[in-house]
């Protein structure tokens, strides 16, 4: 019995060995096999792998790609060893690289970070095909990118272009500053889409066959713009957009249909065919509209300038700087007398553009009895542009006024009209009480010598408590074209306020300096985020991007 006994437990020793020794081989397999797999991964590092991506190679794609699925293991997973990468070099925020990784991705649709309201002039302008050209989709794509180039020239005014339903192009002119009247020019540059169309159709034969139209409505007030990242194209919604496109729709082929905002606003200067009330979009009462038929006749447009309406006189103050009405000259100079001082500083503003030599003698009359600082000085902004010497000494006693507005248009007239010689004249400007008028007579030094002292001015006054005399400086500098002021701007560009920041992005697109990308660039990167989608539009407005 105690035999039996001894050989049972000698015959469980061995299983138990047999076991032991079973276990050990299959480590040593695992570990020989993670020993392998490290020894793959470290002969072909993450730049070799990078590299043969970035080469186009697919091989390595594709064995990924061709890989057939593991099973699942249900064994206990052996001990993995850390296997140590060495970190890739980050890129610098605010490279090229990194403003062309932030446009790739707000590829994607991007999601909404702000809202803006803006007010002015909403175009919508329609392309038109045939049904069965549309249909057909034989070579629509060449048709469309032939019937879109009717915006690839500069029109007679800037605007806001983005796409909308269809073939449809939106184009907006907002209320702004540097805009003389949004409505009026949104109305010539719908005369002037429909007018190259025409033109196109003549020698397009392709348009001509595929029966292209083009059709475009007008609508007037406040429209949304729903900002998406810092670098994505924004989203627009609002009224004005809805009814542009509802009356564009409802026009007829090379028709511009307006509504009644806009048809009582332009009359003095535009002829319509009125409509009666008519459905258009469902959501939608009957709406009257008006088809713009053309300019009004000369002595029509000029009768108007005695109009009770503030905006029938203003609006022909207006139509004086681009129609030519010099024969009837006599009613812009009688407004230069209006009550209203917004349509005196308007009629001003238009003799300062055409350079009217007869309205000479009138602002001679009328500028000793002149006693309200901003009517002077547009004076004698309209004296410098007339460019007679006859008026120098007038100007010259101005540079001691007591009004800083008077002081600085003295000082630019002086020395637009006299050059090198004026200096000697405006030498004691350079150090007037006033930062306004010290920044434009520095800025007139430098532009005349180019010495440096004269720029160190001008940058230590972009730093000045006055808003003004900062907003001076900047309009100095940006006369100079020339790769130290740039580089002053961009060193100032953070300390100055929001909208001084898009006056000066504005400026800097006209710009020809070599290194004017590379100024977005570091603008891109010391900005916060508010102002870049504004530095975005600029480095395209200026074509440094496709």
């Excluded at 797999?37 to 091989?59: C, M, N, T």
């Excluded at 009550?339 to 500083?345: F, G, I, K, N, T």
């Excluded at 309205?359 to 007339?386: C, M, V, W, Y």
Aim: aromatic share 8%; hydrophobic share 45%; with cysteine.
């Amino acid at each position: 019995m105690n035999s039996i006994l001894m050989i049972v437990i000698a015959i469980v020793i061995l299983l138990l060995v047999f076991v032991m020794f079973s276990l050990d081989d299959r480590e040593e397999e695992a570990d020989f096999l993670q020993e392998e797999e490290r020894k793959k991964i470290e002969v072909e590092s993450p730049a070799d792998v990078a590299s043969k991506l970035s080469s186009g190679e697919s091989s390595f794609a594709e064995k990924i790609e061709n890989q057939p699925m593991p099973l699942e293991n249900t064994a206990a997973p052996a001990a993995v060893k850390k296997i140590r990468i060495e970190p890739q070099k980050i890129q610098e925020s605010g490279t090229e690289e990194d403003l062309r990784f932030r446009i790739l991705l707000d590829q994607r649709f991007p999601v909404c970070t702000a809202l803006e309201e803006m007010k002015g002039v909403t175009a919508a302008v329609q392309i038109r095909f045939p049904e069965e050209i549309i249909t057909s989709g034989d070579g629509l794509v060449k048709l469309i990118q032939r019937a879109e180039a009717v915006f690839d020239k500069d029109f007679s005014f800037p605007f806001t272009s983005f796409p909308s339903a269809q073939l449809d192009r939106i184009l907006f002119f907002d209320k702004s500053d540097t805009r003389d009247d949004e409505l009026f020019e949104a109305l010539v540059v719908a005369f002037e889409v429909v007018s190259r169309f025409k033109k196109m159709l003549e020698s397009d034969q392709a348009l001509r066959e595929a029966k292209a139209r083009i059709a475009i409505g007008l609508s007037m007030g406040s429209i949304v713009k729903v900002k998406r990242g810092p670098v994505a194209d924004p989203s627009w919604l609002g009224k004005a957009i809805y009814l542009a496109e509802t009356y564009a729709e409802a026009a007829a082929d090379f028709a511009i249909n307006v509504d009644d905002q806009i048809h009582k606003a332009a009359l003095p200067l535009f002829d319509f065919c009125e409509w009666k009330p008519v459905k258009m979009r469902s959501p939608l009462p009957p709406l009257p509209f008006y088809v713009l038929v053309g300019w009004n006749k000369p002595e029509e447009i000029s009768a108007y300038a005695a109009s009770k309406d503030l905006a029938c006189r203003r609006a022909v103050a207006i139509a004086y700087r681009y129609l030519e009405l010099d024969e009837i000259i006599q009613p812009l100079l009688e407004m230069l007398s209006d009550p209203e001082e917004r349509v005196a500083l308007e009629a001003l503003e238009t003799i300062k553009v055409i350079g009217n030599e007869s309205a000479l003698g009138h602002l001679k009359r009328i500028f000793p009895e002149t006693q309200e600082a901003n009517f002077r000085s547009a004076i004698i902004d309209a004296f410098s542009s007339i460019g007679k010497s006859e008026v120098v000494p007038v100007i010259l006693g101005s540079t001691k006024e007591s009004s800083w507005k008077v002081r600085l248009s003295a000082g630019r007239a002086l020395f637009r009209l006299s050059g090198q010689e004026s200096l000697r004249h405006l030498d004691h400007l350079l150090s007037d009480g006033d930062a306004a008028v010290k920044a434009g007579v520095n800025g007139i030094f430098y532009r005349a010598t180019g010495k440096i002292q004269y720029l160190q001015a001008l940058g230590e006054l972009l730093q000045d408590l006055s808003g003004r005399a900062r907003k001076v400086a900047v309009e100095e500098l940006l006369q100079s074209d020339s790769d130290e002021v740039l580089k002053l701007l961009v060193d100032n560009f953070i300390d100055q306020d929001f909208d001084m920041q898009k006056m000066i992005l504005r400026r800097l697109e006209s710009s020809s300096s070599k290194i004017l990308y590379q100024s977005f660039l570091t603008l891109f990167k010391i900005s916060g985020e508010r102002v870049r989608p504004h530095i975005v539009e600029a480095v395209r407005r200026a074509g440094l991007v496709s």
